[in-house]
Nanobody, 118 residues
C-alpha cells in the first residue's frame, strides 16, 4: 500500500480544513487506517482511526471537531477538521495497518502541514 496525503494549509482559528489521503493497492479495504500528527518538538500522536468495518475512534483533544472517513471504492481516507485551534498545528500523516499471519503491515503517507493561526 502506498499513501499520499494532501489538503493541508494555513487557516485561522475556528476555521476548517479537509485532509485527504489517496491509497494504492488492491487490499486497501482490509486495512485499518488512521491519521496521526506531530507538532514541533513533540511526539507523533494518534488523531483518529477507522477500521476496515467503519468503526471510528478519536483522540480526546479532537473528538467532536474532527471526522475521519474512508471510501474503499476510491481508496481514500479523509479527515474533516472543524473548529480548528492553534494547538492543532502539526504535520499530519495518514497511516494504514493490517495484521496478517501474526505480522503487522504498516504504511505511512508523507505528511501534510496544517497551521492554525490565532
Amino acid at each position: 500500500v502506498q499513501l499520499q496525503a494532501y489538503g493541508g494549509g494555513l487557516v485561522q482559528a475556528g476555521g476548517s480544513l479537509r485532509l485527504s489521503c489517496a491509497a494504492s493497492g488492491r487490499t486497501f479495504s482490509k486495512y485499518a487506517v488512521a491519521w496521526f500528527r506531530q507538532a514541533p518538538g513533540k511526539q507523533r500522536e494518534l488523531v483518529a482511526t477507522i477500521t476496515s468495518g467503519g468503526a471510528t475512534n478519536y483522540a480526546a483533544s479532537v473528538k467532536g471537531r474532527f471526522t475521519i472517513s474512508r471510501d474503499n471504492v476510491k481508496n481514500t481516507i479523509d479527515l474533516q477538521m472543524n473548529s480548528l485551534k492553534p494547538e492543532d498545528t502539526a504535520v499530519y500523516y495518514c497511516n494504514a495497518a493490517r495484521l496478517l499471519f501474526g505480522k503487522w503491515f504498516n504504511y505511512w503517507g508523507q505528511g501534510t502541514q496544517v497551521t492554525v493561526s490565532s
